[in-house]
């Protein structure tokens, strides 16, 4: 390791060379130069520097040259439709005068007449299948599913068997669940539950269940066997009252009552003065 020879009183300090030759023997480029100053005069302006490049021509549709010329084209002749303000725009709920309530649409009207339409024919169906099972000898052919328990083997037999009353139990709790779906469909669906549109689609096989309370095969022919196709006409009913509640107008009659139940509260006002970290009393 050699050492920097220090400077004694008899001895004269070497030369020392300018910076430039220092960096020289160092192997260091020396710093550049700063930049001349350009005056605004001699500066080349974009303009100018594009229109210096050599022009290339080039293929153009003449679309776009009738657009550059004359700008965005002919005026039409309609006006253009543009939405208004977001101020402005009706995205409230429509209320009634009346009523304070969302307007219910007739759509929604001819809905809920359908719903009670079935459950007005569930409930003759059941009325008819009861009065036949009360008598007993019109008890084994009352309703499908006391002809599939077959609960008498002996017709003229008067006491029931444990078979007869479960079917008599199964007819009557059948009976009951096809009047009440569409029965409680229409008045959920009335109050604007949004959940009813989905329960009624739920409608339409509860209604098919009519097939356990019916008997034989459905004739037209005769009058008094109007029993056997009378029933099933609750499940187009359900089915086209169903339909209707999935209608553009109908989802915007349960949005409005969703928010009339419950409003946006919107955004909390902002708070100041909040102190972070311990409290002077704590201090």
């Given at each position: 390791?050699?050492?920097?020879?220090?400077q004694t009183p008899g001895n004269a300090s070497a030369p020392v060379a300018d910076d430039d030759s220092a960096l020289r023997s160092a192997g260091t480029a020396p710093f550049p130069a700063p930049p001349e100053f350009i005056s605004p005069e001699a500066a080349v302006l974009p303009e100018q520097a594009l229109a210096a490049?050599?022009?290339?021509?080039?293929?153009?549709?003449?679309?776009?040259?009738?657009?550059?010329?004359?700008?965005l084209g002919t005026q039409p002749e309609g006006h253009i439709a543009v939405l208004p303000p977001i101020d402005q725009l009706d995205l409230g709920p429509r209320l009634s005068p009346r009523t304070g309530e969302p307007e219910r649409p007739a759509l929604l009207t001819a809905s809920l007449a359908l719903f009670y339409a079935a459950a007005a024919v569930a409930a003759v169906t059941l009325a008819f299948a009861w009065w036949h099972a009360i008598h007993m000898g019109?008890?084994?052919?009352?309703?499908?599913?006391?002809?599939?328990l077959?609960?008498?083997?002996?017709?003229?037999q008067y006491a029931g068997t444990w078979r007869s009353v479960l079917a008599a139990i199964l007819m009557m709790i059948t009976g009951v669940i096809t009047v009440a779906a569409p029965w409680l469909q229409a008045f959920?669906?009335?109050?604007?539950?949004?959940?009813?549109?989905?329960f009624g689609l739920v409608c339409v096989p509860i209604s098919a269940l009519a097939l356990l309370l019916t008997t034989g095969h459905p004739t037209f022919t005769h009058l008094g066997q109007w029993l056997t196709w009378f029933p099933w006409l609750a499940v187009p009913l359900?089915?086209?009252?169903?339909?209707?509640?999935?209608?553009?107008?109908?989802q915007r009659f349960f949005a409005d009552f969703e928010y009339v139940r419950r409003p946006d509260l919107g955004t909390p006002p902002p708070t100041s003065g909040i102190q972070y970290g311990p409290l002077d009393r704590y201090r």
């Open positions: 390791m050699s050492e920097t020879p220090s490049l050599p022009q290339t021509p080039v293929d153009v549709a003449p679309e776009v040259v009738t657009l550059l010329d004359g700008g019109t008890f084994p052919h009352a309703a499908r599913v006391i002809e599939w077959a609960p008498r083997d002996d017709h003229a959920n669906a009335f109050q604007g539950r949004r959940w009813t549109r989905i359900c089915l086209v009252g169903a339909g209707l509640l999935w209608l553009p107008s109908l």
